[in-house]
Each structure stands twice: as structure tokens, then as C-alpha cells.
T-cell receptor, first 116, second 114 residues
Framework: KAGVTQTPRYLIKTRGQQVTLSCSPI?????VSWYQQTPGQGLQFLFE???????NKGNFPGRFSGRQFSNSRSEMNVSTLELGDSALYLC???????????????FGAGTRLSVL | DQQVKQNSPSLSVQEGRISILNCDYT??????FLWYKKYPAEGPTFLIS?????DKNEDGRFTVFLNKSAKHLSLHIVPSQPGDSAVYFC?????????????FGTGTRLKVLA
């Protein structure tokens, strides 16, 4: 069974540009969550999608957005990039909504975004 | 406001000895806790979890302890092996006022010395 796939693995952008990251969940998983990982901050929750609807959202500005398609694949978009957006962006899939108890998340390897 | 804290950024342990990783949380509404392990260039992988109705859960060399009154959980690895060298994240989950939270700590880098 294929794991969670994130593309691309690395990205270099300049300030002001926008970027789109892609995530393909494990087959049969309907929940996709996005996290930002920076040194010293751990994994900061961005948002969660389930059945093409955003179900949970973290404390990030509106420049960060996402969507989920009918096949559960998800994309995350960051507009007007800032230097502070440089981070590892991780996608995680799960069978159900994260509100379900014992909900284990399965992570992809991440996309490392560098903003110059 | 960091609701889940791992106050030790790094830890070094000799092979064969016990590794103890700690995690503190501030919100009593968290009722399910998980530990994940992360190797370089890979995403975190689930390790072990515990519900708030328990105070201990064991899986092979890994045991998680939960002290609800202290809002503290710990992960014990016995015996530690070089392959355990990784970054460990604790996560706390729960619902308050209709809002569900799944919050990770900042991670502890464990190095097991051969």
C-alpha cells in the first residue's frame, strides 16, 4: 500500500511569489491535514480537509489556503510569500476526521520550501 | 501560547540504557495523547498512544505514562538502541467548545550512543 506522497520535495521561491504544494493520501483515507514545521516550533497545524470540505483550521493568515479533490488528493497554496514562510510543510492523511478518537495520522516526507 | 511543551530539545543516552522523553500540556480538555518518531528526510510516524482513562500503555520496548493531575506524559524506551535515534514529537488531542485540537510539541532529538 503506497504511503502519503508529497510533491515537490523541494522548492525555492522569492518573496511575493505564490506556491502550490500537492499531497496524495493513502488509498482509502479521506482526511488530509497540513502542518508547517520550523525549528523550535514543532508542527504547527494549518488545516484539515475531509470529503472536500475544510473541517478544522489553525491560526495562520489567509495567505495560506487549501483544497481537497473528490479523490481525496489535496493542495495547499501560499500566496505573497514571505521569508518567514520558509519551512517544511507536512501533509498527513487519516481514515477519518481527526476528531475521532485514536486517530493516527500518516505523514508524507514533506515539501521543503525556501523563500529568498 | 504553546499548549504542548517538550522542554528538552535534545537527549543523549547510552545504548542499552533507558531513554525518558517528557511532554507537558496545559489544557485539561486534552483526552488522547500520541507519540510520533521522525527520522531525517522522512515524515513523522506513529509510535504509541494513550487515552486519558489510562495511566500507562506499553508496546514492546516503548511505554507511555500519563499523569493527568500533573498534565504530564512521558515516553520510556528500554533498552535504547542506536536505531531509536530520531526526533520524537508528542501530540495532544481533544475537543473544547466544539473546537477540536490536535497539537504537537516542539520535539526532542534523541541520540542513542553505541
Amino acid at each position: 500500500k503506497a504511503g502519503v506522497t508529497q510533491t515537490p520535495r523541494y522548492l525555492i521561491k522569492t518573496r511575493g511569489q505564490q506556491v502550490t504544494l500537492s499531497c496524495s493520501p493513502i488509498s482509502g483515507h479521506r482526511s488530509v491535514s497540513w502542518y508547517q514545521q520550523t525549528p523550535g516550533q514543532g508542527l504547527q497545524f494549518l488545516f484539515e480537509y475531509f470529503s472536500e470540505t475544510q473541517r478544522n483550521k489553525g491560526n495562520f493568515p489567509g495567505r495560506f489556503s487549501g483544497r481537497q479533490f473528490s479523490n481525496s488528493r489535496s493542495e495547499m497554496n501560499v500566496s505573497t510569500l514571505e521569508l518567514g514562510d520558509s519551512a517544511l510543510y507536512l501533509c498527513a492523511s487519516a481514515r477519518g476526521l481527526s476528531t475521532k478518537a485514536k486517530n493516527i495520522q500518516y505523514f508524507g516526507a514533506g515539501t521543503r520550501l525556501s523563500v529568498l | 501560547d504553546q499548549q504542548v511543551k517538550q522542554n528538552s530539545p535534545s537527549l543523549s543516552v547510552q545504548e542499552g540504557r533507558i531513554s525518558i522523553l517528557n511532554c507537558d500540556y496545559t489544557n485539561s480538555m486534552f483526552d488522547y495523547f500520541l507519540w510520533y518518531k521522525k527520522y531525517p528526510a522522512e515524515g513523522p510516524t506513529f509510535l504509541i498512544s494513550i487515552s486519558s482513562i489510562k495511566d500507562k500503555n506499553e508496546d514492546g520496548r516503548f511505554t507511555v505514562f500519563l499523569n493527568k493531575s500533573a498534565k504530564h506524559l512521558s515516553l520510556h524506551i528500554v533498552p535504547s538502541q542506536p536505531g531509536d535515534s530520531a526526533v520524537y514529537f508528542c501530540a495532544a488531542t481533544g475537543t473544547t467548545s466544539g473546537t477540536y485540537k490536535y497539537i504537537f510539541g516542539t520535539g526532542t532529538r534523541l541520540k542513542v550512543l553505541a
